[in-house]
């Protein structure tokens, strides 16, 4: 991995093709995103994540043939290594470890 941590966005992109599970396909994921994060994304800038993913080894895929539907062109189905799960358990007990603490703050008089 290039850096110990992973960023916001990549860490959204792994967790919504965990929720996919077999079905991770880009349009899925971009329709994930959306749905659950309220987030509207690119297909250039998921296309770029999924690739960094990829390079940094938490991320695989694996070509699925085409359905009549799509006019036989064949799809991209992306999964979650066990490296990226790691990197993801990583991040979130590092993220847990500076919210610990911060209840009063966050919810508290200022908000």
Do not use: C
Not at 19 to 29: F, M, N, P, Y
Not at 42 to 62: F, I, M, N, P, V
Not at 94 to 102: D, P, S
Request: proline share 2%.
């Amino acid at each position: 991995m290039t850096s110990r941590f992973l960023g916001e966005f990549e860490q959204m992109v792994l967790l919504a093709v965990l929720q996919l599970e077999t079905q991770a396909s880009a349009v899925g994921i971009m329709e994930e995103l959306d749905e659950r994060a309220g987030r509207s994304v690119s297909r250039g800038a998921l296309y770029k994540t999924l690739e960094r993913l990829e390079q940094k080894g938490l991320l695989e895929w694996t070509t699925e043939d085409g359905s009549p539907e799509r006019g036989g062109h064949p799809r991209r189905l992306f999964a979650v290594t066990s490296r990226g799960i790691a990197a993801l358990q990583e991040s979130r007990q590092a993220l847990n470890q500076l919210w610990e603490g911060l209840d009063s703050v966050l919810e508290g008089e200022g908000s």
